[in-house]
């Protein structure tokens, strides 16, 4: 075997195969047919959704009909949680209890991470780890020693390293 890819290697002649498509420049359409009558008849739902950082098709059985609606209507999975509080303009005074607040579709495996970080700060500091996914918010005593522009973060994983999804929030921060 040559150490340059061989046009035939792989069973077909891509010139050939290329030349064929620019005659019919239908066939690409005629399979994507194909493939969608194809779902409609096993059931299938061909769903988008982002799932961490690989974009992709989602394959749904109607046996999950629930969920395939969820997620088409959400528009992607990543967009499964939301920071509700903080909202953006809120001022929290230093020195007080807040609570963080989020909406979430739990899974069984995963669990809550929460962190800050000051406006311009590259590094997150932890409020609370491992959190159960049957919360939905989180008591904050917000230290004494802060102020200024923060943003929180609420996300979701196994392990505190990777994120199925996440999203932050912006507050003020008063003294």
Do not use: C, H
Request: charged residues 20%.
């Amino acid at each position: 075997m040559s150490s340059s890819l061989d046009r035939t290697e792989f069973g077909f002649d891509i010139k050939k195969a290329s030349k064929k498509l620019s005659q019919d420049p239908a066939k690409p359409l005629i399979y994507l047919g194909f493939f969608l009558i194809l779902a409609f008849l096993l059931s299938v739902y061909v769903v988008p959704f982002n799932l961490g950082d690989l974009k992709g098709l989602g394959f749904l059985s109607d046996k999950k009909e629930t969920e395939t609606e969820a997620l088409a209507n959400q528009g992607s999975a990543q967009n499964s949680l939301s920071v509700t509080s903080p909202a953006k303009g809120d001022n929290w005074g230093v020195g007080t209890t807040q609570n963080i607040v989020w909406q979430y579709s739990p899974s069984e495996e995963d669990y809550l991470f929460v962190f800050y970080r000051l406006k311009n700060q590259a590094n997150w500091t932890v409020i609370k780890k491992f959190l159960s996914v049957s919360n939905n918010s989180y008591s904050w005593s917000i230290p004494d020693s802060l102020g200024g522009q923060a943003e929180v973060f609420v996300g979701v994983s196994t392990d505190g390293t990777t994120w199925a999804t996440y999203d932050t929030a912006e507050v003020d921060l008063t003294k």
